[in-house]
């Protein structure tokens, strides 16, 4: 099982979106999926077609991680009741944001690791919708992570976010997860004609070099119809969500690559 956190320092750059697409993408190809929705909004449960409310979720396992109880708080995604495949969730709740503490003992910054565990030959993938902050939640996902992709548009902030996340996931490594290690950044929302846009791009290319990965997200209406629908961007039909499921299969080609997963024997249709 691979584990792979999905973040941002700021809200309102896709990040969800992301997450969602690569789950998409995941599910077609045939891995076994668990998105684990850490972000408090739970928008990742509710856009894998998830109803609220009828299992434990996140925070009762991060205020009492028994294995015993960790499939209690997972669920297939609804997307599995039209589709053949493996999608699995593991529900999100507001109630996590108590545990999200600047500062976390030994014992707690290993609580997702220790949750984790429970499923760890259930899964070939885990994506980690993580909260646009860099608490006590998204320590605790980049410490269960052998990956972190950072989500960001091509904005004035862009450069100076992607270098304090990159800072933090180097101490992360250094002082408590060594398998730790950055995929790079992915670069949502990109209007193609914006000449602010391409420059902040370029910018970001001159200070990370390949950690900016490719291809760049644009910004499509079929992505929010999708995710509005919560429905996977690889069955939602017109040229656009098709274009975005191709930018979608790229990047996982690098997660792939990056932890040398290997392929399902048989894909799902």
């Known amino acids: ?5 999905l973040s941002s320092l700021k809200g309102g750059v896709g990040k969800t979106t992301v997450t969602l697409g690569l789950a998409s993408a995941s599910f077609a190809r045939g891995f076994r999926t668990l998105v684990v929705d850490m972000d408090p909004q739970s928008d990742a449960s509710t856009g894998m077609d998830v109803t609220l409310g009828k299992h434990l979720n996140i925070a009762d396992l991060l205020s009492a991680p028994r294995a015993s109880q960790v499939k209690n708080a997972i669920a297939p995604s609804g997307w599995t009741r039209s589709h053949k495949g493996n999608v699995d969730v593991l529900l999100g709740s507001p109630a996590s944001m108590a545990h999200d503490e600047p500062t976390l003992t030994k014992k707690q910054i290993w609580r997702v690791e220790e949750i984790l565990a429970a499923v760890e030959d ?33 904005g004035l902030f862009s450069v100076a976010a992607t270098q304090r996340a990159f ?18 950044v992915v670069v949502n929302r990109v209007r193609p004609q914006s000449i602010e846009h391409q420059f902040r791009i370029d910018e970001m290319k001159e200070m990370f070099g390949a ?23 690889h069955i939602w039909p017109g040229e656009s969500a098709v274009e975005m499921a191709a930018n979608f299969d790229l990047i996982l080609d690098r997660i792939v690559r990056s932890v040398q997963l290997a392929e399902p024997e048989n894909a799902a249709s």
């Open 211 to 233: 950690l900016v990965m490719q291809p760049e997200l644009p910004e499509r209406v079929a992505l929010q119809q999708a995710q509005g629908a919560a429905s996977p961007v």
């Open 167 to 184: 800072r933090a996931i180097d101490e992360l490594r250094r002082g408590v997860s060594p398998r730790l290690q950055p995929l790079g």
């Open 122 to 154: 259930d899964y070939d993938i885990v994506l980690i919708d993580c909260p646009p902050s860099l608490n006590g939640l998204t320590r605790m996902a980049w410490t269960a992570s052998d990956r972190v992709a950072i989500v960001t548009e091509p």
């Open 1 to 5: 099982m691979r584990v792979v956190s």
